[in-house]
């Protein structure tokens, strides 16, 4: 009788060993790919201005009073799209990934004014799809609209199966579109993946991503970026449906990727009622000096879906007092130049690190074609408008000029939770552009700062307990040679990288404005796509 006990408890004990290892392995966070439309207009002054006045359009400023048409910095020019599924069975359909709105919605058949390249979502051919019954406060006699920066979308509410490289939501409401704005959407992309809050979806419908974590389909409820720049080599280009993409970084659904960052996650708790990912500015700095933020609200947006960084007018004009040669760029409302001799050491902290921004990505090149003058990454948003105390929206909001020098986490709560959603940044690894031995200028302490190491599994007490959002080991392939990255050795694949694979992990190239790094396409893909998780770091 011992004996069959013993039998079976060895069985018993093999049985939850693989129920274990199947819910570790569905656990796992999602490593995706995505790419850029490489953008044919000049990154020129009227480029980042038209860039800048769809950004003020979004949140709700004046734009500027420049007459002169503007063209570029299109939707499409965000941080990048990704294929999903729509229907029964599935039509595949390009959405740009976007935390600064909260809509999905795509082309329909019945679109109006889309161009030959974009693609339509036939929902004649889905067996699944639904008519909504919903309605929301921006219908009108049956169409809802959707407002951003660079132009409206209108169409339908509807409801159907929508799949996100295994992640599956039965009955997601969409807007599919049948009328939008001339330009609002560029080349083969479908439509908008929205990424931050239900309360400010004009679809009034819960986002994908936050019914994936209301049901429980993400272990851990986080969302995380890393924005590559963009590499001129040779080879880094596909061409898909006529129209020419560049890498555009790794998208981690469920997690966070170890190998793309180093040290800690260092979480802060966003502000007010979940709409913007939002957090409050607490310092910034240029050329070793403190800059007065001024009077207004430093409520600041972190969107993947902007390209600089804005803010109010008298904390940009005082940015820009404390670099010797600035002045306004005439002509161009809001813009400030400085010296292209220059280089400008410019951090900014949300209430902990001090985070250091690349002086390459502060400079968006000469004002003019053999100007010694260049365009600062800083640009004024309110124009002088003053944002009503408690009002919710942001004074600044904090793009891929700062993005692109941090890895980014946006970690969310169900609905039915009473915690607060939360932004993470954590340093670059070398591996994804990072510099070796670099770290961030300043730290501060915060009350609501929670700093998680990439092997931690514990929050400090004074933010109560924190699940771990990271992978503990994963095995990257890009070439014969194989590099392992674990949880003590967080984000430094590089440290090892194994004979022959050092020319794959980065190349730096030397420009007029300083040294720039980047991640070539065949590394951007061996560090998503090629990931494979071995073991997945345990829950606090």
Known sequence: MTRIFSSLSTFSLIQLLLISTISEVTADPLHIPVNRRRNSAPRDVHYYAAAADRIRAKYGFPASGSSRKRHGASNSARFGKRAISIGTPGQSMSVVLDTGSSDLWVTGSSCKNCDGQTPLFDSTKSSSFKSSSLSSSSNNAGQTTIQYGSGAVAGTLAQDTVEFDGFTVQGQTFLLADDLTDGLLDGPVSGIMGLAFQSIASTESTPFWQALVNAGDLS????SFWLA???????????????????????TLGGS??????????????QGTPSFWLLNMNSLTVQSQSVSLGSSSQLSAIDTGTTLIGGPSDAVQNFYASIPGSSTVQGEQGFFSFPCSTSLNTTISFGGTAWPISS???????????????LGGIFDLSLGSNIPENSGNPSWVVGDVFLKNVYTVFRGIASSSSG?????????????????????????????????????????????????????????????????????????????PGSGS??????SETTAYGETTYTPASRIRALASSATVLDAAPEA
């Open 257 to 270: 990727n170890t190998s793309l960052f180093s040290g800690d996650i260092e979480f802060l708790d966003t």
């Open 220 to 223: 851990i409820p986080e969302m």
């Open 502 to 507: 050092s020319s794959i992990l980065s190349r």
């Open 420 to 496: 607060t959603p939360a932004v993470g940044f954590a340093q670059l690894s070398t591996t994804a552009g990072g510099k070796a031995g670099s770290s961030a200028a300043l730290t501060t302490t915060s009350a609501t700062s929670t700093i998680i190491s990439g092997s931690s599994t514990t929050a400090s007490a004074t933010s109560g307990a924190h699940h771990s959002a990271s992978i503990s080991s994963i095995s990257i392939s890009p070439s014969p040679s194989t590099s392992t990255v674990t949880g003590n050795t967080t984000g430094n694949a590089d440290s090892n």
């Open 229 to 251: 720049r963009e590499s001129n080599e040779t080879g880094s280009t596909t061409t898909v449906d006529g129209d020419t993409e560049v890498p555009g970084g790794v998208f």
């Open 360 to 374: 390459a990505d502060m400079n968006l090149g000469q004002v003019s074609k053999g100007s010694s003058d260049c």
